[in-house]
Nanobody, 128 residues
Framework: VQLVESGGGLVEAGGSLRLSCAASGLNFADYGLGWFRQAPGKEREGVACYSTTDGSTYYADFATGRFTISSANANNTIYLQMNSLKPVDTAVYYC??????????????????????WGQGTQVTVSS
């Protein structure tokens, strides 16, 4: 399984970014795909999860209403649209895959070690 993120960068507070994650080496429909982030000096935290089976989405509280996870199943890619960005959103954002067609439905109980495959991360920096 290979996951390749792109789309990070520097943006002013209040701005938007869209991250992409291209997945290969897996049967896309058999996995849940998630976004995580890790800020300097902090633990990695979950952002959102996308169930490729039925398009269900799950979010961390801080992401609800500002971030949207979506997928282009035809090209095995998931996206994270981030709006109204804040300096506290500054972090390295990672794409991750969890095996199981309904794995994301347990989002509130999942931890990063449940995800078996990870991308290299993309830096998002939000200036004040």
């Amino acid at each position: 399984v290979q996951l390749v993120e792109s789309g990070g960068g520097l943006v002013e507070a209040g701005g938007s970014l869209r991250l992409s994650c291209a997945a290969s080496g897996l049967n896309f429909a058999d996995y849940g795909l998630g976004w995580f982030r890790q800020a300097p000096g902090k633990e990695r935290e979950g952002v959102a999860c996308y169930s490729t089976t039925d398009g269900s989405t799950y979010y961390a509280d801080f992401a609800t209403g500002r971030f949207t996870i979506s997928s282009a199943n035809a090209n095995n890619t998931i996206y994270l649209q981030m709006n109204s960005l804040k300096p506290v959103d500054t972090a390295v954002y990672y794409c991750a895959a969890i095996e199981g067609i309904d794995a994301c439905s347990s989002w509130s109980r999942l931890v990063d070690s449940d995800f078996g495959s990870w991308g290299q991360g993309t830096q998002v920096t939000v200036s004040s």
